[in-house]
């Protein structure tokens, strides 16, 4: 008993040390893909091909807004234990579906490619609901929500998923600025294969956020040590 009482501080000190180093680690990582996504060359990009976009959109809902919600859970700055109803996760996952789903709207997307403000806006949304979904799921008391954030994670995999299919399958262009002669990329094209990043990726980032909660949810329960 006591070894195993041993053992189990031994554990805890070496995940306290783990989540000291990581924490900051995964901060800087994702506010440094920030400054690459945002600072970098695919704003331009963007505004001449929808791949350019679609890039843009995945690196900061599920690249950039993953590390920075990791890196300040269980902190000071994670306000999901203080705002249990803001972060619930299935409510971030439908205002993270209605925010991007309304952005890929036609009129909307060509305002954001047009317009300084609007493309501002448009990338604000974008990582305001992205941190809403991954802090839901990762931050507070994990294990008070972890069931809670496996739905969350998934559902916002499945309307990705299903964005990405509608894009990648499409029989004609839906926005007006896709493609670029210089690209060789006809429009159409452009559009297909911006689906297939939404798919690839987007959808993907949230199916491996919910499958790791799951894992850690199953260990927990076949670990006798979490048994009281």
């Given at each position: 008993m006591l070894r195993s009482q041993q053992?189990?501080?031994?554990?805890?000190?070496?995940?306290?040390?783990l989540r000291?180093?990581?924490r900051p680690l995964s901060l800087t990582l994702g506010l440094v893909t920030l400054a690459a996504v945002w600072l970098g060359p695919l704003p331009a990009m963007a505004d001449r091909?929808?791949?350019?976009?679609?890039?843009?959109h995945v690196m900061v809902v599920a690249v950039a807004a993953p590390l920075l919600a990791i890196g300040v859970a269980g902190g000071r700055l994670d306000?999901?234990?203080r705002l249990p109803l803001l972060f619930s996760p299935i409510l971030a996952s439908v205002m993270e579906l209605f925010v991007v789903w309304a952005w890929h709207m036609p009129a909307l997307h060509h305002a954001a490619r047009?317009?300084?403000?609007?493309?501002?806006?448009?990338?604000?949304?974008?990582?305001v609901v992205g941190l809403l979904v991954w802090l839901a799921a990762f931050g507070g008391v994990r294990s008070r929500r972890a069931l809670a954030g496996i739905a969350g994670l998934l559902l916002t995999s499945m309307h990705?998923?299903?964005?990405?299919?509608?894009?990648a399958m499409s029989n004609r262009p839906l926005f007006e600025h896709?493609?670029?002669?210089?690209?060789?990329?006809s429009p159409l094209e452009d559009q297909q294969m911006g689906g297939v990043i939404m798919l690839a990726f987007g959808g993907s980032a949230y199916l491996i956020g919910g499958l790791y909660?799951?894992?850690?949810?199953?260990?927990e329960r076949h670990d006798p040590r979490s048994v009281s």
């Open positions: 053992a189990d501080r031994r554990g805890e000190q070496r995940g306290r040390a000291m180093i990581w091909l929808f791949v350019g976009h679609m890039l843009m306000l999901s234990a047009t317009s300084t403000w609007a493309g501002l806006l448009e990338q604000g949304s974008y990582l990705m998923t299903l964005l990405g299919v509608l894009l896709t493609g670029s002669g210089l690209s060789g990329l909660l799951l894992f850690g949810v199953l260990h």
